[in-house]
């Protein structure tokens, strides 16, 4: 449905629809993101969305895809070559956590989905997640832990992930957390991202 050919005031309208839905998901979360809430701000009807996303899945991927371009860029530091292992994960997973606070409506949906809607967007993301970052992630976690089990590979980056999802998530959904003086001081963060990482390579 999205790949059908449009005039350009099509476009132009698709365009406008997905960057209201993205505005909405980024600063309310999931909940808020309904068809007729986004219609109504692109001063359209329901009928037009769903002519150029045919659903409202279709339509939130559209916008977690938007949303998703800034990770893109932090997924690409695991691709720097030219950086030691170490560093391109650190610079990594000190960008999911910037990511985190740009983004938290986006968190705390996933974190706690409060209808079926938003855990059928919780799933596209946790797709869009995995395409773009799990095997790059593997990898490196890989390199650095000299790991050569791919089970036990796994594992661990389920661990490194836990450990980078908890702190954000106690932090969007309860504010003034315990974790507070952690994650949102730079240096205590880099502190925590360093203990982190020395988990991994000194397996």
């Keep these: 449905m999205r790949n059908k050919e449009l005039t350009e005031k ?3 309208i698709k365009q406008k629809i997905i960057d209201v839905a993205s505005r909405i998901l ?3 979360g999931f909940k808020k993101a309904t068809i007729r809430r986004i219609a109504k701000e692109c001063n359209t009807n329901i009928a037009s969305v769903n002519y150029y996303f045919g659903s409202k899945e279709e339509l939130i991927g559209a916008a977690l895809e938007k949303m998703i371009f800034n990770f893109e860029a932090i997924v690409s530091y695991l691709d720097k070559t030219d950086l030691p292992v170490k560093e391109r ?3 990594y997973i000190l ?3 910037k990511l985190a606070h740009q983004h938290p409506a986006l968190f705390r949906s996933i974190s706690n989905p409060s209808s079926n809607d938003a855990k059928d967007t919780y799933f596209i ?3 869009l997640l995995h395409n773009q ?3 790059k992630f593997l990898r490196n976690v890989g390199e650095l832990s000299k790991i050569n089990s791919q089970p036990d590979l796994e ?3 389920m661990q490194v992930f836990s450990a980078m999802e908890y702190p954000i998530i106690v932090e969007i959904n309860r504010k003034n957390s315990f974790l507070s003086k952690y994650i949102k001081n730079d240096e205590q963060l880099e502190k925590y991202v360093e203990i982190l990482l020395q988990s991994i390579e000194h397996i």
């Design 133 to 135: 970052s799990w095997d």
């Design 10 to 12: 099509g476009e132009k």
């Design 26 to 28: 980024r600063n309310e």
């Design 89 to 91: 994960l650190r610079k």
């Design 155 to 157: 594992m661990k980056c």
């Design 95 to 97: 960008g999911y956590f």
């Design 125 to 127: 993301y946790l797709n």
